[in-house]
């Protein structure tokens, strides 16, 4: 078995994977809606005969914040991967260029994890296509709710919830003339964070009006944009998020205001918005200092590419 995988990964040299930030939630839909934005991390591992140590270099968001060794998110995703579908660690050199921002609520650590798994991936099954079922299941594990790491793995806008240890997903099929929008604050908030201020429970009235949303949401985005005011409106956890990311939530409320769907994407504190241009447009013309505006496209799933 071992003299497999060495001479099997004797015969790659490098991966290359591109994987997409996501925003999560999409207001209503908490911890079971992504959608994957253009705003992509590009990643190479070169792996060289024989065990030894690893480097990584880092370039772009987060390069003097995250760990340079083997702590690093891509590496111990890496190890969970080859840990489940074989495979072994070589010495090698991880390069990252990151462009999805850290701590805004884009995504970036369940990005991270699909990377890392993909390249185990690559490595446990040198020729075989991501099997992104498998992919969607592990990173949805380790990222422990399948919003962002859906989206990644898949791309477009998804649907995903924990049935048992597995993973129910549905592909929505969003048209190409929705558009999204991020105000992309200066500021961080981690995820960890914004989770422990949510309370276990909440009102009846509250419960109800989040499960009509939610409902009707996948509908809004498929094909009834003329619902997605109403199906983006949350309940459950913008507004008590609202005190570590003031700026941005009076910034979703000022763009409701106008008519723009507008949420907090993922744990925030980034600020997201999903429409037809007429919908968005009220939005582009408002001036919300502090952040920085992007219209990206909606994105591809992650990629594994082999070089030599
Ligand atoms: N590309 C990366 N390489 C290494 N570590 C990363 C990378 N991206 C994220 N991380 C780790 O994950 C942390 C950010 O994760 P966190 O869950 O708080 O925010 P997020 O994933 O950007 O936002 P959200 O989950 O709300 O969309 C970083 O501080 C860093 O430790
Ligand atoms: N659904 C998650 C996304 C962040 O990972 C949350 O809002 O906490």
Redesign the pocket.
């Known amino acids: 078995m071992s003299t497999t995988c060495v001479s099997r990964a004797a015969e790659l040299t490098v991966l290359r994977v591109r994987v997409p930030g996501?925003?999560?939630n999409v207001g209503s839909g908490f911890d079971c809606v992504g959608i994957a934005l253009d705003i992509e991390?590009e990643l190479e591992l070169e792996l060289k005969d024989g065990p030894g140590a690893t480097t990584v270099v880092?370039d772009g968001?987060?390069a003097h914040?995250?760990?340079l060794d083997e702590t690093?998110?891509?590496l111990r995703s890496l190890d969970v991967g080859l840990a489940e579908w074989g495979g072994r660690r070589h010495a090698m050199e991880l390069r990252?260029t990151?462009r999805?921002?850290?701590?805004?609520?884009?995504?970036?650590?369940?990005?991270?994890i699909v990377?890392g798994l993909a390249f185990a991936w690559g490595i446990a099954h040198p020729g075989l296509e991501l099997d992104r079922a498998e992919l969607t299941r592990v990173s949805s594990r380790i990222e422990g709710h399948p919003d962002?790491a859906g989206a990644a793995v898949w791309g477009g806008a998804i649907l995903g919830w924990f049935d048992g240890d597995d993973v129910e997903l549905v592909r929505l099929r969003v048209p190409a003339t929705i558009g999204t929008r991020v105000w992309i604050p200066a500021f961080e908030?981690?995820?960890?964070g914004?989770r422990s201020v949510l309370p276990d429970e909440v009102p009846r009235r509250d419960a109800v009006a989040q499960a009509i949303a939610s409902a009707a949401l996948p509908l809004a985005l498929e094909r009834r944009p003329d619902l997605l005011l109403a199906a983006t409106r949350d309940r459950l956890h913008q507004a008590y998020r609202a005190e570590l990311m003031r700026p941005s939530y009076d910034l979703v409320l000022a763009l409701r205001e106008l008519g723009v769907p507008a949420t907090i994407?993922?744990?925030?504190p980034t600020v997201f918005a999903v429409g037809t241009q007429e919908q968005l447009a009220p939005g582009d013309a408002l001036v919300a200092e502090g952040f920085a505006r992007h219209a990206p496209a909606i994105g591809g799933g992650v990629q594994l590419q082999r070089l030599g």
């Open positions: 996501t925003t999560a991390d880092v968001e987060g914040q995250v760990p690093h998110l891509v990252c990151n999805i921002p850290h701590s805004r609520g884009l995504g970036s650590s369940a990005s991270a990377a962002n908030v981690g995820t960890a914004a994407s993922g744990a925030g």
